[in-house]
C-alpha cells in the first residue's frame, strides 16, 4: 500500500468522526449561546432596562469570550481524540503493506541499515526466516508489535537501528496528520473528496 493509499484510507475512516466533532462544536457553541442570551435575560430581570445597556454590553462580550473560549478548548480535545484514533488505524492498517512486494520492501529496508555486525534482529513472526537470509549469524527473534521491518542492535547494545513500519509511520505522522485532518474537514464540508 502506497503513503497516498494509506493517506485515502484514513481519510475516509476519519469521515464520520469529523462529521461528529463538528456536529459536537455547533452544539456546545449553541449551548453557551444559548446560555449567554438566558444571562442577559436574567440580567434584565434583576437590573431594570435603563442599569441593562450599560451592564449588559459588559456582560454578553464576557459570555461570548467564555462561549468562544469553551468551544475552542472543546474542538480541541475532540480534535485530539480523533488524532489518537487516526493514529491506531494507521497504525492497524499497518499489516496491509505486507503484499506480494514486501519481501522486496523488506530487502531494501535492510540496504538502509549501515554495514555492522548486527547480533539481534527482531522482526515480525512471518519474517523469521527471510530475516535468516540477510543476518546469518544473528539471533532473530520474533516480535509481535512488528508488523514489518526491522529492529536491529549491535553485540555490544551500543547502537540499535529501528527500521520498522511503525517507527516510519511515528516518524511522519506529525507531518501527515495535518493533511489528513485538512482534507477530511474539506470533504465534510463541502462533501466533495480533496485531491491533496
Not at 444571562?39 to 434584565?44: A, F, N, S, Y
Not at 539471533?139 to 536491529?152: C, K
Amino acid at each position: 500500500m502506497s503513503s497516498r493509499e494509506l493517506i485515502e484510507s484514513l481519510r475516509r475512516a476519519g469521515e464520520e468522526n469529523i462529521r461528529v466533532v463538528k456536529r459536537e462544536a455547533e452544539q456546545e457553541t449553541a449551548a453557551l449561546q444559548a446560555a449567554a442570551v438566558q444571562k442577559i435575560v436574567d440580567l434584565q430581570k434583576e437590573y431594570g432596562a435603563e442599569r441593562l445597556a450599560a451592564v449588559s454590553g459588559d456582560e454578553l462580550r464576557r459570555a461570548c469570550a467564555e462561549a468562544s473560549n469553551s468551544a475552542r478548548a472543546l474542538r480541541l480535545d475532540v480534535e485530539k481524540a480523533f488524532a489518537d484514533g487516526l493514529y491506531s488505524i494507521a497504525r492497524f492498517s499497518l499489516s496491509r503493506l505486507r503484499d506480494d512486494r514486501y519481501p522486496m520492501v523488506f530487502e531494501r529496508l535492510v540496504q538502509e541499515l549501515p554495514a555492522l555486525p548486527w547480533m539481534i534482529v527482531r522482526v515480525h513472526s512471518l519474517d523469521v526466516e527471510l530475516a535468516r537470509k540477510y543476518f546469518p549469524t544473528a539471533e532473530i527473534l520474533a516480535v509481535g508489535s512488528i508488523s514489518g521491518g526491522i529492529d536491529v542492535i549491535t553485540a555490544d547494545g551500543s547502537i540499535r537501528v529501528i527500521n520498522t513500519f511503525e517507527k516510519r509511520l511515528e516518524r511522519i505522522w506529525i507531518d501527515l496528520l495535518p493533511q489528513i485532518i485538512n482534507d477530511a474537514y474539506r470533504e465534510v464540508g463541502d462533501g466533495s473528496s480533496s485531491k491533496s
